[in-house]
């Protein structure tokens, strides 16, 4: 119950030998629409600061912003609400928000002050690979845009621990 994120599983520990174990049934279930849920919780936003990050080669993407809970704290809910971007080039471009993307070159993530997050900012050299497109659009030359990123997932972490980003 402290990991909302994890799928039901059945486990057997032991210090003395093997045992067995056997599942009956399991539920998962909520009463209402989700729409009813109220939102708890403090709101905070990360960004990537003041200097802009600049990418140099069309038809690849880059990871500008990354996300993730602090290892301490795995059984928090975070939400991403939406997301905001400022194009300042004379380019068209796609973006994506990617869950669990492969980020190549040093993507450091660091704690966020009084939160249960950490965020990463990348460089311009950070290519991305792989991973689940939860949202993604086009967006026009020297413009800006808020897009709201309404889903039901949130971040959390495998049963071995390791974090969504």
């Known amino acids: 119950m402290l990991s909302p994120n994890q799928c039901i599983r059945t486990e057997i520990r032991s210090t003395t030998g093997s045992g067995s174990i056997t599942t009956v049934c399991a539920d998962v279930s909520t009463e209402g629409s989700n729409n009813d849920i109220v939102d708890t919780g403090i709101q905070r936003s990360i960004n990537t600061g003041v200097n802009p990050i600049t990418v140099a ?37 796609l973006y994506e928000l990617r869950l669990n993307p492969t980020v190549a070159g040093t993507f450091t993530y660091s704690n966020v002050t009084d939160s249960s997050i950490q965020r990463a900012i990348g460089a311009g050299t950070n290519t991305v690979t792989g991973g689940t497109v939860l949202s993604s659009g086009l967006q026009q030359q020297q413009a800006s845009a808020n897009i709201s990123t309404k889903n039901a997932l949130r971040l959390g972490s495998t049963i071995a621990g390791v974090m969504d980003t």
Do not use: C, M
């Open 57 to 93: 080669t069309a038809g690849t993407f880059y990871a500008l912003l990354g996300i993730r809970l602090k290892p301490t704290h795995k059984d928090i809910s975070v939400l991403i609400e939406k997301l905001s971007i400022l194009a300042t080039s004379k380019d068209n471009f």
